[in-house]
């Protein structure tokens, strides 16, 4: 099974698109077909991928949309596709240039293996970037010998028999990549894992895009059903604060004290998560402990205006 297809949602990504096409470019295995699916870009994305289907070493099919979600735009991907094996990454990636081999590895050694996930690295050239690596961003797991962030579907490999089998990918905005990985899983699908395919992602370098992508992922993780991943921990994070509140304001003074000691508990569990992440630097060098703290702080209060959010939009659509 050697023939590859990568599919990839895009929408407005004027900025990265380029960079990601020339990673693509630099594989040391390249795949037979890109089918890059615009999901209703407002900006020149559509134009750029045009302007690369003449300059590049491998079939470039473009299929445009007029508005979908990233689930919606990768199973007409699947459907396009013309290759026994489908890869998937995201617009605002750039691939390491063993990406796709090193993906294919697992397959090669056991042909019985259905899904290899690769890893993603955030890009983290900035102070703020720095400071949403403790912040918000995942921490690597132990799977085998390897510490790896992982189970992304911006650095993976299917047989297209397995997308086909557990259904394609629901219709929400954010959290249909980890239904679809749950439904191939529930499938019976065997599973590798490479911390070698390194697709390097790029994260917001403000707090205001902080702030909107964390409103909008708030939103439609409820639309999902997964609020019971994030949103019910930071619901009774604040539960706690307002009691404590309320027992400073109408018991004793003493309380205030307990809503700054769990938020440094929290701050400080954080760091401890992501202690293989950890430099001295953090510590040594005030502004970031302030700094993440703010962007934890900016992303509880998201979660909220994208819970509200949420509300009126099912308000909206219930008119």
């Known amino acids: 099974m050697e023939n590859i297809s990568l599919v990839i949602p895009l929408k407005d990504e004027e900025e990265i698109i380029q960079g990601l096409i020339d990673s693509i470019k630099a594989q040391t295995v390249l795949p037979d077909e890109v089918i890059f699916v615009d999901a209703g870009s407002g900006d020149k994305t559509k134009f750029i991928v045009k302007n690369n289907l003449k300059k590049v070493p491998f079939k ?5 949309m007029r508005k979908a979600y990233p689930g919606e735009a990768r199973n007409v991907g699947i459907k396009e596709s013309s290759c026994e094996l489908i890869a998937f990454t995201d617009g605002g990636i750039t691939l390491d240039k063993w990406w796709l081999k090193e993906l294919m590895r697992p397959l090669k050694i056991d042909g019985s293996v259905d899904v290899v996930y690769g890893v993603f690295k955030p890009v983290v050239n900035s102070f703020i970037k720095e400071c949403s690596l403790i912040a918000y961003i995942p921490a690597g797991e132990k799977i085998g010998d390897m510490n790896l962030r992982t189970n992304s579907i911006a650095s993976s490999l299917f047989k297209k028999s397995m997308c086909e089998r557990a259904g394609g990918f629901p219709s929400f905005r954010a959290a249909e990549d980890k239904i679809f990985m749950d439904k191939v899983k529930n499938a019976g699908a065997k599973i590798s894992y490479t911390d070698k395919a390194i697709a390097y992602w790029e994260i917001p370098g403000s707090i205001n895009g902080i702030f909107r992508r964390f409103t909008e992922f708030s939103a439609h993780d409820i639309f999902a059903g997964k609020a019971g991943d994030w949103h019910y921990s930071v619901f009774r994070t604040y539960g706690i604060f307002l009691l404590l509140f309320l027992l400073g304001v109408f018991v004793n003074r003493f309380f205030f004290w307990g809503i700054f000691i769990l938020w440094l508990m929290r701050i400080a569990r954080i760091f ?4 293989k992440d950890f430099e001295i630097k ?11 703290a703010f962007i934890v702080l900016v992303t509880d209060i998201a979660l909220f205006c994208g819970s509200m959010k949420y509300l009126w939009m099912r308000h909206e659509n219930g008119k």
């Open 60 to 64: 470039i099919k473009l299929v445009e």
């Open 282 to 292: 953090f510590l040594a060098d005030l502004r970031y402990l302030f700094v993440i």
């Open 272 to 275: 401890f998560k992501k202690r």
